[in-house]
């Protein structure tokens, strides 16, 4: 067929010209994608950045900390950059001397698990993916030292990512019964490993780790597991945000339903200990946290 004068397309493509003549507008939800602006109101109905009702577990704030806690006034605060060689040296021996007051040495534990053996020994995966096995191997491998891995325990993965610390941890556990999984995430995709999760034992928990309220997660009103809060490559805030999450507000609402308003003290390192469900009654709630932290630097 032959176009029309004027016309770029025939009869029977003209609805391509249509189409081509039509905006497209950065999604005011998300501009990380666009939409048809004629169609605009009809996707903000559907789209996947839109608010959703917030789930029960969702508490605001509530592992923010106190407001003015360590709140310094808007115009004390100066980014590390803005200051003088002089003021930042003088900073540098005031956190040198406030560290060598810590009567504690770190020592590495660089350790491994045979749950990754055969990923290890891959020579299809590259550096990137050998670095990452590498990790994730020695945390595994601290776990099960320190008597983590093992039945009646939930492991909350905070930052979760694709989750794949939990899906290790899934391998490695694969034996055991009555083990769950909850992945802390913000971000709304879902990621291809998920596919090879137990989909009985792993739920994922879209919120952010600054308001979820453990507490309220409806798995743990039902079930009396132990917690064992990990994580791979958090960054500092994020870190602050789920050790308060775990030690902070889950320890004290459970202190609270037990015994009222009377809270209990935590004892996190029993490595001489196996961790199962919470019988006694003044067993901790929380049998272990393993939280690798971000050398990025991309939050700070």
């Known amino acids: 067929m032959v176009p029309a004068q004027g016309r770029r397309f025939c009869g029977e493509h003209s609805a391509e010209e249509e189409e081509h003549k039509r905006k497209r507008i950065p999604c005011p939800l998300d501009p990380k994608h666009t939409v048809y602006e004629d169609q605009l109101q009809k996707h903000l109905k559907k789209c996947n950045s839109r608010e959703k009702p917030k789930p029960v577990y969702f508490v605001k704030d509530i592992n923010a900390g106190l407001k003015n806690e ?61 670095k990452h096995l590498k990790q994730q191997a020695s945390i595994l491998g601290n776990m099960k ?44 995709t879902r ?43 958090l960054c500092g805030a994020a870190t602050d945000l789920a050790l308060r999450c775990l030690v902070d507000t889950y320890v004290n609402s459970r202190a609270e339903e037990k015994e009222g308003s009377v809270t209990k003290r935590i004892k996190i390192d029993c490595p001489g200990q196996k961790h199962s469900k919470c019988a006694a009654e003044n067993q901790s709630p929380i049998a272990g946290i393993v939280i690798a932290l971000c050398c990025h630097h991309r939050c700070c």
Not at 147 to 168: D, I, M, T, Y
Not at 219 to 232: A, C, D, F, Q, R
């Open 191 to 233: 990621f291809k490993v998920d596919g090879k999760h137990r989909k009985s034992y792993f739920e994922r928990l879209q919120v952010d780790i600054q308001h979820l309220c453990l507490s309220k997660v409806p798995l743990l009103v039902e079930e009396n597991l132990s917690l064992i809060g990990t994580g791979k490559h």
């Open 70 to 130: 360590t709140e310094l006034p808007e115009e004390q605060q100066a980014p590390i950059s803005a200051l003088s060689k002089q003021e930042l040296d003088n900073l540098i021996r005031k956190l040198k001397k406030a560290s060598n007051t810590i009567n504690y040495e770190l020592k590495d534990q660089i350790l491994s698990h045979q749950a990754l053996q055969e990923a290890l020994n891959d020579p299809q995966n590259g550096d990137a993916a050998f």
């Open 145 to 188: 030292r320190l008597h983590l891995l093992g039945p009646g325990n939930c492991f909350v993965e905070f930052g979760a990512g694709r989750g794949k610390l939990s899906h290790w941890l899934d391998i490695a556990l694969q034996d055991a019964r009555d083990v769950h999984f909850l992945l802390v995430e913000r971000a709304s």
